[in-house]
Nanobody, 115 residues
Framework: QVQLVESGGGLVQPGGSLRLSCAAS????????MDWYRQAPGKQRERVAV???????GYVDSVKGRFTISRDNAKNTMYLQMNSLKPEDTAVYYC?????????WGQGTQVTVSS
């Protein structure tokens, strides 16, 4: 069993920053893909950023240049640095990891961007 614990969400004003963390524990041999998804009310869940085991990162167009995904393989932890936040970034953010071909999801953390 793999457990994911997310932290770092909250309320921030437009233009502000937040850093999300996702710590994995449990039956982990090697984590392949790690990524962040988000789901806003009434919208489908979308993948925001992804990072491979080798550190190659990819982003959805709407966050390019503002968000940075990173990972610490020694700690089995992934981060999402979010800068220049906009109201449309408001959503529940979920981390996901793929271990041995199986995917595991975090519980989600709320990010609200509002003045």
């Amino acid at each position: 069993q793999v457990q994911l614990v997310e932290s770092g969400g909250g309320l921030v004003q437009p233009g502000g920053s937040l850093r999300l963390s996702c710590a994995a524990s449990g039956r982990i041999s090697s984590i392949n893909i790690m990524d962040w998804y988000r789901q806003a009310p009434g919208k489908q869940r979308e993948r925001v950023a992804v990072i491979s085991s080798g550190g190659t990162a990819g982003y959805v167009d709407s966050v390019k240049g503002r968000f940075t995904i990173s990972r610490d393989n020694a700690k089995n932890t992934m981060y999402l640095q979010m800068n220049s936040l906009k109201p449309e970034d408001t959503a529940v953010y979920y981390c996901r990891v793929v271990v041995g071909g199986s995917e595991h999801w975090g519980q989600g953390t709320q990010v609200t961007v509002s003045s």
